[in-house]
């Protein structure tokens, strides 16, 4: 981390927290692996246009010890985004994040999915999630690689669907907020992790370095479609909520998904 970007962002009280997280407490606590390395039992799967548990077409499998995000068994992609949930909700944790954006991107899916994924936090329950809902209202950890244009793209980018989040004291318009990491390219092994505590702070790290940090996540915003009602009461803080892995037409690897309770 990067003491001097998390005095400048938050409270004090806050930062020293996280401080002594960051040197004390880090190495004592207990990675709880979320992915055992041999199945999804744990996980729940819900794919726009399909019903909570319908795996369309193996999207999500294990093969060698890795969670495969895949499209070979797709002849159209027709707004399928996916997403694999973790079976628990979380409030506050520490989460770490192995993988790698890899393969042929399945042309059908729209161009801004190309080398695109990303991990949900705060995500609301898949159960709650109408069949034709294409996003789980959610803060989406944004895993990207790089389009071999020489140009910058960095990953651990913060996208809001459904949500709302405070960036430098006060609610940012942007769908999208840019992180300040490098650029990485395809097969290329990354970690990113994320520190959530409940609905306070977000600091996303990559590689070690913190490159982005916002505050009081809330349900808000556009971008969700056909979801119930019920379910998106803007301005409600999100406290908790479930992790997801995002499929959108990439082929994705995620060889670790682990997970530290803070309280």
Known sequence: MKPKKLFSA????L???????????KDNRKWIELFNGKDIKDWMVKINHHDVGDNFGNTFRVEDGIIKVRYDKYKDFNEQFGHLYYKTPY????????YRITGEFLKSAP???????GVMLHSQDPRTMLKDQDWPISVELQLL?????????????????????EFKGRIDPRHC??????TYK?????????????????????NGDTVLQYAHPQVGGGVVHNYDPAQKQD??????GFIALQAEGQPVDFRRVAIQVLK
């Open 10 to 13: 938050i409270p004090l009280a």
């Open 145 to 165: 690689a790089g389009l071999d244009d020489g140009l910058p793209r960095p990953t651990g980018n913060m996208c809001s669907p459904g949500t709302d989040v």
């Open 91 to 98: 409030s506050y944790y520490h989460l770490l994040v192995e």
């Open 177 to 182: 907020i840019e992180s300040s990491s490098k």
């Open 15 to 25: 930062a020293v927290f996280i401080c002594s997280f960051s040197t004390h407490q």
């Open 111 to 117: 161009e801004y999915a190309m080398r695109n994924s």
């Open 235 to 240: 301005g409600k803080l999100l406290k908790s």
């Open 186 to 206: 395809l097969d290329e092994w990354v970690t990113v992790e994320a520190i959530v505590l409940g609905d306070s702070l977000i600091t996303h790290i990559v």
